[in-house]
């Protein structure tokens, strides 16, 4: 149990041009999805919050014009990154936290996806 | 602010012991994580600690002091594809998300 499924894997783009990217939670509801980006070498840096039917929270320095955040339903999240440019080149990756957890839960709540690389010439 | 600090690489033999410790500084505190993640993949969960103590899973163990703001990783019987990046993040209560701050993780080679 506990899949999380993303698509593409693998997308290489050109300047200029929008990717939308799916994160799918298969077998339970994700009330709240993460994305992170992982430069290499380097850990995953949080880039939004997105909770089922609401916007996106998105951190510090994260434009939520550039990555748009959808989380229409509670097993979609999708991140677009928009006019995409060589510096976004990264590994994107997606958690999905399970709608039963709570603060009081003790186990492991978040689930991630198998990440996608993306490539912008 | 947020500070979770992790030795950036660390070697060891097959078979060996070594721990990887994570110290961390943040807003509030609501459990500690370490995942494993080899290259190009994405992380997998291995422990978990919110209260102080040790944590014993098979050939790993994690421990966890909240007075020092400390933890580490403890992985016995080194074997080859224990090779990986080791992420240590904190749950942080910062807001209703309570989302999970990350280390910049420790990559460990084992050499045989």
């Known amino acids: 149990g506990a899949v999380v499924s993303q698509h593409p894997s693998r997308v290489i783009c050109k300047s200029g041009t929008s990717v939308k990217i799916e994160c799918r939670s298969l077998?339970?509801?994700?009330?709240?999805m993460f994305w992170y980006r992982q430069f290499p070498k380097q850990s995953l840096m949080l880039m939004a919050t997105?909770?089922?039917?609401?916007?996106?929270?998105?951190e510090q320095g994260v434009e939520k014009d550039k990555f748009l955040i959808n989380h229409a339903s509670l097993t979609l999240s999708t991140l677009t990154v928009t006019s995409a440019h060589p510096e976004d080149s990264s590994f994107y990756i997606c958690?999905?936290?399970?709608?039963?957890?709570?603060?009081?839960?003790?186990?492991?709540?978040?689930?991630f996806g198998p990440g996608t690389r993306l490539t912008v010439l | 602010g947020q500070n979770i600090d992790q030795p950036t690489e660390m070697t060891a033999t097959e078979g060996a012991i070594v721990q990887i410790n994570c110290t961390y500084q943040?807003?509030?505190?609501?459990?500690l994580f370490w995942y494993q993640q080899h290259a190009g993949e994405a992380p997998t969960f291995l422990s978990y600690?919110?209260?102080?103590g040790l944590e014993e899973k098979g050939r790993f163990s994690s421990f966890l002091s909240r007075s020092k703001g400390y933890s580490y990783l403890l992985l016995k019987e080194l074997q080859m594809k224990d090779s990986a990046s080791y992420l240590c993040?904190?749950?942080?209560?910062?807001?209703?998300?309570?989302?999970?701050?990350f280390g910049s993780g420790t990559r460990l080679l084992v050499r045989p």
């Open positions: 958690s999905a936290r399970d709608r039963t957890w709570s603060t009081q839960s003790s186990y492991n709540e978040q689930f």
């Open positions: 077998d339970f509801q994700a009330t709240t």
């Open positions: 997105s909770n089922e039917g609401s916007k996106a929270t998105y």
């Open positions: 943040t807003s509030g505190f609501n459990g």
């Open positions: 600690n919110v209260l102080d």
């Open positions: 993040a904190v749950r942080s209560p910062m807001d209703s998300s309570y989302k999970l701050i």
